[in-house]
């Protein structure tokens, strides 16, 4: 499927929950969050049923994302009926780790080709700090249990300044010694994001270039997302750089969001889209359905306007959106 612009939209991320076991400070409040009910949420076969129309449109490659997609009752079967639909090539997740580790082994074996994990510290105390309580140990064990299972990790890191500046070279010795990935995420001002001071990769590159000469730059292949990848030269893993404030790169966008209430959302940052579970439970024909999929995607807006005050932004915090 392509939009007015001219890009190929064959990704799909789909939030299944807006829960989560952790209270990362640039993400969710501490307390008196509120969360979706249960019948607020898109079920397993409306999730299935939204899949399978996409996947009839063209798209290959989904993300299983939250919240904390883990914390999802009968999440694993799930995933296991969605890795069966025909033009389904690709399954991915997005995680925080906590849980990971029980799941690996499961989540090798119903297709799932790589998870990504959000972790922002290698310290036991500044993680607990940023995730209000988090257990780093447990997310470790996880990402050695994906290496030995063949599921390919990629960190989502984000730094913050007078936070976990400090850690960048940190994260980068972990690329050398591990066949990871770790991403420098920029800070979006969604939610609670909007506290803190962020640092852009350029910064961040500067840290990386005062102790390692030898990086060496990465071919991007296909339509591999929005990072741009370097590495040190002979480590097992790659670093990545995903520049949404300060190098916009919608121009290259192939994704599309379905919320853990069903609304699909053209863009990060705009409020645009329409709500495909009351579509779904008006008995809305599968012709018709396709044909209002295809009407949002076509009209996928051009680029964010995150550095600009605008009326249509989007309000909600990540974990409604979907990360």
């Known amino acids: 499927m392509k939009d007015r612009f001219g890009r190929n939209i064959d990704y799909l991320r789909i939030s299944v929950t807006d829960n989560c076991n952790l209270r990362c400070i640039y993400c969710m409040k501490e307390k008196n969050n509120k969360f979706l009910k249960l019948e607020e949420k898109l079920t397993d076969d409306e999730i299935y049923k939204i899949v399978y129309e996409f996947s009839k449109l063209g798209i290959k490659k989904i993300r299983i994302t939250g919240g904390e997609p883990l914390v999802r009752k009968n999440i694993l079967n799930l995933i296991e009926n969605l890795n069966n639909i025909n033009g389904i090539e690709e399954i991915y997740i997005t995680t925080n780790g906590i849980l990971l580790l029980d799941y690996v082994e499961i989540l090798a074996k119903n297709g799932v080709k790589g998870v990504n994990i959000s972790l922002d510290s290698l310290k036991d105390y500044k993680f607990k700090d940023i995730t209000r309580g988090g257990d780093l140990n447990k997310v470790l064990k996880a990402i050695d249990k994906c290496i030995e299972c063949g599921i390919k990790v990629k960190l989502n890191t984000v730094i913050i300044d007078e936070i976990n500046k400090d850690e960048v070279l940190d994260f980068i010795a972990l690329t050398i010694k591990k066949p990871i990935d770790v991403r420098f995420i920029e800070l979006m001002p969604i939610g609670e994001g909007k506290n803190f001071k962020p640092i852009t990769n350029r910064e961040i590159l500067d840290i990386i270039k005062k102790k390692y000469i030898d990086l060496k730059e990465i071919k991007r292949e296909g339509s591999s997302g929005p990072a741009k990848y370097i590495k040190v030269n002979n480590s097992l893993g790659k670093i990545g750089f995903i520049s949404a404030m300060s190098n916009c790169f919608c121009s290259e966008c192939n994704r599309i969001r379905i919320t853990s209430d ?62």
């Open 262 to 323: 069903g609304f699909l959302k053209q863009c990060l940052h705009w409020n645009y889209g329409v709500d495909l579970k009351e579509l779904l439970r008006s008995g809305i024909t599968e012709e018709k359905l396709q044909k209002v999929i295809k009407d949002n995607i076509y009209n996928k807006p051009e680029k964010h306007l995150f550095n600009e005050d605008t009326k249509d932004e989007e309000l909600r915090f990540m974990n409604e959106i979907g990360g």
